[in-house]
């Protein structure tokens, strides 16, 4: 392991995969993304098709010498219920938000087992555990995201590597605007829903930066005895009910 810690962060190029990175850059690790858009310090790779992730992951093991930390906060929506939607819908949204993040361990972990250091956070959701109406594949996605961040927590236990998920509630970033560009948790609908009936607790979205500090502990050093864990970041949406 060197002094400097080497982190990957996916979903880099903006919202709280940027905040992540820019806040491990403060930290003082070497930092370089992966995302379908450019941004400074990012490998652009389709992350839905396996072959563009193994070359990203060499492109930057082979820029940063090796991966101490991975972030997979890369991610989608699509709209769907059970009774209007099907696989053809479902798998594009399963490629990003868990066949990525899964691949992209399995792709650090030999790395990070041999040099007897890693930390892996996955940034999963509160759909996790909770469900909105129209959003059956987002919901298994994140789901099974959780369920792989504790198996693969235990099958990493000995080898000095740590493997955690941060669960944000409402955050502002372009996933949450609406068709007309409106953010959703700025509509009388999700005031009347979340905030005037005190069922958000802090009263308002998160911004991403605010989902970033649980991030860095978790990829930090400081962090020696906590695996395979779910940290979530909500405003309190999960403690009401």
Same mark, same amino acid.
């Given at each position: 392991m060197t002094d400097?810690?080497?982190t990957v962060v996916t979903g880099a190029a903006n919202g709280i995969g940027r905040a992540i990175a820019d806040r491990l850059r403060a930290r003082g690790?070497?930092?370089?993304? *992966? &995302? %379908?858009? %450019?941004?400074? &310090?990012? =490998?652009?790779? &389709?992350?839905?098709?396996?072959?563009?992730?193994?070359?990203?992951?060499?492109?930057? *093991?082979?820029?940063?010498?090796?991966?101490?930390?991975?972030?997979?906060?890369?991610?989608?929506?699509?709209?769907?219920? *059970?009774?209007?939607?099907?696989?053809?819908e479902w798998r594009p949204v399963w490629s990003v938000n868990l066949d990525s993040p899964l691949d992209l361990m399995r792709l650090a972990a030999p790395g990070m087992a041999a040099r007897g250091f890693g930390r892996i956070v996955n *940034?999963?959701? =509160?759909?996790?555990?909770?469900? %909105?109406?129209?959003?059956?594949?987002?919901?298994?996605?994140?789901?099974?995201?959780?369920?792989?961040?504790?198996?693969a927590a235990l099958d990493l236990a000995g080898s000095g590597v740590l493997v955690n998920a941060v669960a944000p509630g409402f955050v502002r970033t372009r996933m949450s605007l609406l068709a007309d560009g409106i953010d959703e948790t700025d509509t009388a609908e999700f005031q009347a829903r979340y905030v005037a009936t005190g069922k958000l607790p802090l009263g308002r979205a998160a911004f991403p930066g605010e989902i970033a500090p649980a991030v860095e502990f978790l990829s930090g050093r400081d962090n020696t005895y906590i695996t395979g864990q779910v940290l979530t970041v909500d405003g309190g949406l999960t403690m009401t009910f």
């Amino acid at each position: 392991m060197t002094d400097v810690i080497r982190t990957v962060v996916t979903g880099a190029a903006n919202g709280i995969g940027r905040a992540i990175a820019d806040r491990l850059r403060a930290r003082g690790d070497r930092v370089v993304g *992966i &995302d %379908q858009e %450019q941004a400074d &310090d990012v =490998v652009l790779a &389709d992350l839905a098709n396996p072959p563009e992730r193994e070359r990203a992951m060499a492109l930057v *093991i082979e820029e940063l010498g090796g991966i101490d930390v991975l972030v997979n906060v890369a991610g989608i929506f699509r709209q769907g219920s *059970i009774h209007d939607s099907g696989f053809d819908e479902w798998r594009p949204v399963w490629s990003v938000n868990l066949d990525s993040p899964l691949d992209l361990m399995r792709l650090a972990a030999p790395g990070m087992a041999a040099r007897g250091f890693g930390r892996i956070v996955n *940034i999963t959701s =509160v759909h996790a555990r909770q469900a %909105q109406p129209g959003s059956l594949a987002y919901d298994v996605a994140k789901a099974g995201l959780e369920a792989a961040t504790r198996s693969a927590a235990l099958d990493l236990a000995g080898s000095g590597v740590l493997v955690n998920a941060v669960a944000p509630g409402f955050v502002r970033t372009r996933m949450s605007l609406l068709a007309d560009g409106i953010d959703e948790t700025d509509t009388a609908e999700f005031q009347a829903r979340y905030v005037a009936t005190g069922k958000l607790p802090l009263g308002r979205a998160a911004f991403p930066g605010e989902i970033a500090p649980a991030v860095e502990f978790l990829s930090g050093r400081d962090n020696t005895y906590i695996t395979g864990q779910v940290l979530t970041v909500d405003g309190g949406l999960t403690m009401t009910f």
